[in-house]
């Protein structure tokens, strides 16, 4: 982990409804979340309007063994889609949001989501609500570098 500052901002989100599979168990193995995502997923589902990718983080990693960690993989879709086989929905409210937007390999993101609630939000003297915190993949990593991957590390704050 850096003791260099992260570049930080503080934004509003609206807020986006998801069809989402849920992964248990621990949060490194969450790629094979995604991997059920995308087989549940219509073969056009980018045609469609939807996405981005989003993943949020249910359970307190501090708090809750691996085994027991939850979180959802999604993708974001129009509000009145209907039912997706093996995907549940999920609504996650507008709120404002620290968001760092993350450039590189998705295995640093547990040390940048880690500076971020140990040392970011207080600098910036705001706290996280106790919405989930979660992950906007802006890009395909079957068709991106590791090291060019974008992804914005969203954490709810108190009003």
């Known amino acids: 982990m850096t003791n260099e500052n992260l570049d930080v901002s503080i934004d509003h989100l609206e807020g986006f409804d998801l069809r989402a ?7 490194a193995q969450k790629a094979a979340g995604f991997a059920q995502l995308l087989s549940c ?3 056009d589902w980018r045609t469609r309007g939807w996405g981005p990718v989003v993943g949020l983080y249910l359970s307190d990693p501090t708090r809750t063994p691996p085994s027991q960690q939850i979180y959802l993989a999604g993708c974001a879709v129009s509000r009145d889609t209907g039912e997706v086989a093996g995907l549940e929905p999920w609504r996650q409210r ?4 620290a968001i760092h937007r993350h450039v590189g390999p998705y295995d640093q993101i ?3 989501f880690r500076s971020l ?5 207080r600098r910036l003297r705001v706290w996280p609500d106790l919405a989930p915190p ?5 890009d395909d990593p079957e068709h991106t570098a590791p090291e060019a991957l974008r992804t914005d590390l969203c954490i709810p704050l108190r009003p």
């Open 21 to 27: 599979f849920r992964h248990i168990g621990p949060y």
């Open 41 to 43: 997923l219509p073969p």
């Open 94 to 97: 507008p709120c404002h949001c």
């Open 110 to 112: 547990p040390d940048k």
């Open 117 to 121: 609630y140990e040392r970011e939000l």
């Open 134 to 138: 979660f992950e906007i993949y802006h």
